[in-house]
Structure formats: C-alpha cells, structure tokens
C-alpha cells in the first residue's frame, strides 16, 4: 500500500484548504484510514477517522467543526477539508491505514497558517 499526500500550502488564519490521500496498492483491502498531523517540536495526534464505508468519522476536539473527512473509495482516496484554519493547525499532515498488522504511512504535506 503507497499513500501519496497532496494539496498543503500557506494560507492565511480564517482560510480553507483541501488535503488530499491517494492510495495505491492492495487497496482492495484498505480499511479505516485517518489523517494525523505533527507540528515542530510537538508529538504527532491525530486528526481524524473516516470508515471504510466512509459512513462514520470521528474528529479531535480541536478540529471539530471545522475540520471534515470524506472519502472517494471508487478513487482510492480520503480528503481533509480545513475551514476556518488557525495558527495553531500548522504542521506535517499525513494519512495513514492498517492492512493486517501493518501501519502505512504516508510522506505527509506541509500546512502553514499565517496569522
């Protein structure tokens, strides 16, 4: 399984932007799959889950509301759509999954959020 992000930038506070995680691989059998996120100097957290389904998602606090993660499973994809970004919402985003007992990870996107 290869997970490829895309669509990080620079982005002034209040702004929007649109994360997306292609998967490629043995993505017949991709299950849940969820975004994290790590800023400097701060342990990674995460961000997000969406089922397989994409019929259930759960969010951390600090994103809710704000954040939404959907999925395109004829796409082999996930999304993170970022509303009213904050200062705060600066770091490496990255998405992952498990397949069996394996983690897969992403190289991950940068996301800056000027003030």
């Known amino acids: 399984v290869q997970l490829v992000e895309s669509g990080g930038g620079l982005v002034q506070a209040g702004g929007s932007l649109r994360l997306s995680c292609a998967a490629s691989g043995s993505t017949f059998s991709i299950n849940a799959m969820g975004w994290y996120r790590q800023a400097p100097g701060n342990e990674r957290e995460l961000v997000g889950v969406?089922?397989?389904?994409?019929?259930?998602?759960i969010y951390a606090d600090s994103v809710k509301g704000r954040f939404t993660i959907s999925r395109d499973n004829a796409q082999n994809a996930i999304y993170l759509q970022m509303n009213s970004l904050k200062p705060e919402d600066t770091a490496v985003y990255s998405c992952?999954?498990?397949?069996?007992?394996?983690?897969?990870w992403g190289q991950g996107t940068q996301v800056t959020v000027s003030s």
């Open positions: 969406i089922s397989s389904s994409g019929g259930s998602t």
């Open positions: 992952n999954t498990v397949v069996g007992k394996r983690v897969y």
